[in-house]
């Protein structure tokens, strides 16, 4: 069985057209257990019932951001080891070292494509 | 062929009015238009996003082109929600008043300044309503 069909993914992003953009394209790759939430308490209440193996995350959100989901991820038990991509538009470099400190396993810059995305999470995951 | 009497008139005109302008009815405007862009964005990016996800395979350029729509639309709204918050606390330095005539050569559509200064009757035959005229 290819990685692809058992790798479980969650896509966090307030934006709807982010997250079409993310569940099309994973789709696209063959994925197709993939959930999404458009925010961060969300995405963490729905993990502690349905766990997953990667978590794509928008960096810019309302109430949580980003890096506070990857914090709050970190500090669970059930989830400290779930693999995290931070989406950014910035990629500034304050933010991607703090991502780094936090955890956060690869980082992906706004505005990306398809090929873009697969090769961000097979560095993370492996080859899909 | 330009009229010099005629333009002095329209700059003491624009003068007087914009002498009563405020910067938070000036703020306001600009709160208004960044709305109506915000509303053309978020046109365009449903249009755009109905057929680029649609599509198999996704176009990548397409896909880029929607997250930069996605970026322009939350921009435009947090601009709007900036300027509304700081208005109450802006107003004019000492002595200034918002130039017309200045702001009207200094932008690309003379619509844009119409919304600021009111509509005077010579130009009333401009005048466009439709945002999607501009574009």
Sequence with gaps: MALRDQLRIMVVDDMSTSRGVITQALDGFGIRNVASTSDGPSALKALASAPVHLVISDFNMPAMDGLQLLQHLRAGPKTKGVGFILITGKADKESIEQGRKLGMNNFLKKPFDPNDLRNCIEAVVGRL | ?135
């Design chain 2, 1 to 135: 062929m330009l009229n010099p009497t005629r333009h002095g008139k329209d700059e003491q005109a624009a003068t007087e009015e914009s002498a009563g302008l405020s910067a938070q009815a000036f703020a306001a405007v600009l709160c208004e238009q960044i709305s109506v862009l915000h509303d053309v964005s978020i046109m365009l990016e449903a249009t755009l996003a109905a057929e680029v996800l649609e599509a198999e395979p996704l176009p990548p350029e397409s896909l880029r082109s929607l997250q930069r729509l996605d970026f322009l639309r939350q921009s435009l709204k947090d601009l709007e929600v900036i300027l509304k918050t700081v208005s109450p606390g802006l107003d004019w330095k000492t002595d200034y008043a918002p130039d017309e005539g200045e702001l009207r050569h200094a932008v690309s559509m003379h619509a844009s300044v119409d919304q600021i200064f009111p509509q005077q009757p010579s130009r009333s035959a401009d005048k466009q309503d439709d945002p999607e005229v501009w574009l």
